[in-house]
């Protein structure tokens, strides 16, 4: 099902007579061999690209020497940092498959992926984690643990041998790497699937798969050698996988960081680019908007107005100049006259903000230097698109699946930005929406389910035959399992996923993500899950922003005098209601069985402590329907 490339198929230049990631790895480290490659403060760590390659070879060379051989699972299991591309090339290079998941997931899912994978050897940041998997290591045959952090090392208790990275080295050096032959049909890694609906699934990808994104990656991204480069999503996520070693491919200087560095860290640095998350840009968001409001509240007022103006005249700009996907938008304006009108009319103040108060605004956020960023792994909502447009940060999209390694399309910088897509496909990949009830294909603009087909597309999962049957059809195509569309141009908007559908009582589907995102708008509520499955109408678990609420009213009166929130309390659920209502009703086109009738105030909110979001920050859909199910039951029996 996979589509394997040829030499004669690889159009870019630099990929062409490559056979493995380790021949394109290592024929980019030849040409920046003297550039920085890697800055980890927090692991006191800083390598150039020649260092990069020593450590790999000699990580391979000690892997081979415990008896690590081709076709053979190892475990990685780490947070983000600056040893992780070359503990992962050194496994590939054996022509072992690396096993890659967070160090902070449940111990429960790490425990089943060694199971699942059965490795001969397991890779472990450190002395925490292994300890907590003490137990799960033990009752494994393992030929070796390597622990990367030495703080508070160890090797007591365990029944396999344990080994330091310096020890690895050394061995290494004692007992040089020996060639593997690997073609582009052998397998390279394993990423699994986030577990929203069950046990993760492991996605067995080809040293092809990911090679072949090489070419789509470089058409909308196009790094350039000694580009500061900011990494701060968890390297075993398929997006930050392949967003590394594009990076490493391209001579990029790639510094390491988390979350509660992120702002100090874009400052520090000087970051070029970034890839990251849809979560992050909302954060960032909030926070200009925050941050402005405690320094002064004119201040506010002025950025806002101005922003709001800047939106409004990038939305007739884009219709004047016919770049948005859909005719059927929810701004309805008369004619393309009116749009130029408008456009001309706020493009002074557009301007000026953009000299003025955008370019301080980025300069204290540290993203005024950043030439292009990318959000994926998720969607952005539009209200954050709308916005970082507006203020001048060059946000592109991109979509994509684990099972796709993962990106299947993004905007690209060769052509304009279109407002709600997800860009056009890769090089080499096609993408068909079909009526998911007959699985033919539909016109465009028509809604249906998203098929691809294309040479990042997974073989199958691995030991699961029937799940893999499952998501191809007959005539190889891969059924994402998301609803979207296609336009005249070819770009991809997406609407929900399938198995997300909301079926009610009369037989009317209803998509919860578009529903979702525009309630999020408000910013008196954190998070929000549409339920309704086989009711009258559609409800809603909410929680809401305490942040927020701290600065409102009565409610703000409550929480100052040390008491706790009540979810029953009925300022609150007025004030609910009052933001369902608004966000909905500016989310034109809702058909009436959409809109959200009942609702239930959640005292805690979905976190990956508490089981209600999957390692890769997405919602567990099941899990919460399940927890929450007595409170549902409730809601609609008002």
Not at 523 to 528: C, K, L, S
Not at 594 to 611: C, H, Q, T
Request: net charge positive; with cysteine.
């Amino acid at each position: 099902m996979s589509i394997i490339l040829t030499d004669n198929e690889l159009i870019r230049e630099d990929l062409k007579g490559i056979h493995s990631i380790t021949e394109h790895l290592e024929k980019s480290i030849e040409a920046h061999k003297d550039l920085v490659a890697v800055t980890d403060a927090y692991n006191e760590l800083e390598m150039t690209y020649q260092d990069v390659q020593n450590l790999i070879t000699q990580t391979a060379g000690g892997l081979q020497h415990l008896g690590i051989n081709k076709g053979d699972f190892v475990c990685l299991f780490t947070e983000n940092n600056g040893y992780f591309m070359s503990m992962a090339q050194a496994i590939i290079k054996t022509g072992a498959i690396d096993v890659l998941r967070g160090s902070n997931a449940p111990i429960e899912e790490l425990d089943y992926i060694m199971g699942h994978s059965e490795p001969k050897g397991v890779i472990i940041y450190d002395m925490k984690l292994l300890n907590k998997l003490k137990d799960s290591l033990n009752a494994r045959q393992l030929n070796f643990i390597i622990v990367l952090n030495k703080k508070d090392f160890s090797k007591e208790g365990l029944n396999a041998p344990v080994y330091t990275l310096d020890e690895i080295i050394e061995m290494g050096r004692e007992n040089p790497f020996t060639p593997v032959e690997i073609n582009l049909a052998d397998s390279a890694t394993m990423l699994y699937t986030s577990g929203t609906t069950g046990n993760p699934k492991g996605v067995l990808l080809t040293h092809s798969n990911i090679v072949s994104q090489m070419e789509g990656t470089e058409a909308g991204f196009r790094a350039k050698a000694g580009e500061n480069t900011l990494q701060i999503l968890p390297c075993w996520h398929a997006y930050e996988n392949l967003a590394q070693f594009y990076y490493y491919t391209k001579g990029c200087h790639l510094h390491f960081t988390n979350i509660s560095n992120l702002k100090n860290d874009l400052l520090r640095y000087k970051i070029d680019t970034m890839m990251s998350v849809p979560r992050i840009w909302e954060a960032f968001r909030l926070g200009i908007y925050q941050k402005l409001k405690q320094n002064s509240k004119l201040g506010y007022f002025l950025f806002d107005f101005a922003v709001q103006n800047s939106i409004n005249y990038k939305i007739h700009k884009m219709y004047s100049e016919r770049r948005l996907t859909n005719k059927k938008t929810s701004y309805k304006l008369p004619s393309n006259i009116y749009h130029k009108i408008a456009r001309a009319f706020l493009k002074p103040l557009h301007v000026l903000a953009t000299k003025t108060i955008y370019k301080k605004v980025k300069e204290a956020a540290g993203l005024d230097r950043i030439r292009l960023s990318i959000s994926g792994g998720g969607a952005l909502s539009l209200k954050d698109e709308l916005f970082y447009d507006a203020i001048g940060v060059n946000l592109r999209i991109g979509y994509g699946l684990t099972e796709t390694s993962p990106v299947l399309t993004l905007r690209g910088i060769q052509y304009p930005n279109y407002l709600g897509c997800v860009g056009k496909p890769y090089a080499h990949t096609k993408i068909k929406i079909v009526d998911p009830q007959t699985m033919k294909k539909v016109r465009l603009y028509t809604k249906g389910l998203v098929l691809a087909k294309g040479p990042q597309v997974m073989n199958g999962y691995y030991k699961d035959e029937e799940a893999t049957k499952k998501v191809f059809t007959e005539d190889g195509w891969f059924i994402t399992g998301d609803l979207g569309w296609l336009t005249r141009n070819n770009n991809l908007v997406l609407v929900g996923r399938q198995k997300e559908t909301i079926v009610l009582s009369s037989g009317e589907n209803v998509e919860p993500i578009p529903i979702e995102e525009a309630i999020l708008e408000s910013p008196y509520i954190d998070q929000i899950v549409l339920v309704g499955q086989d009711e009258a109408s559609v409800g809603a678990l909410i929680v809401p922003s305490k942040m927020a609420l701290d600065k409102c009213g009565i409610l703000a009166k409550e929480l100052k005098s040390g008491k706790t929130l009540s979810i029953k309390n009925p300022n609150l659920r007025e004030l609910m209601k009052k933001e369902i209502q608004t966000y909905i009703k500016n989310k034109t086109g809702l058909k009436p069985f959409e809109k959200v009738k009942e609702f239930e105030v959640l005292k805690d909110g979905f976190s990956m402590d508490n089981g209600l979001l999957s390692q890769t920050a997405k919602v567990k859909r099941n899990v919460i329907f399940e927890k929450y199910q007595d409170i549902i039951n409730k809601m609609f029996k008002k």
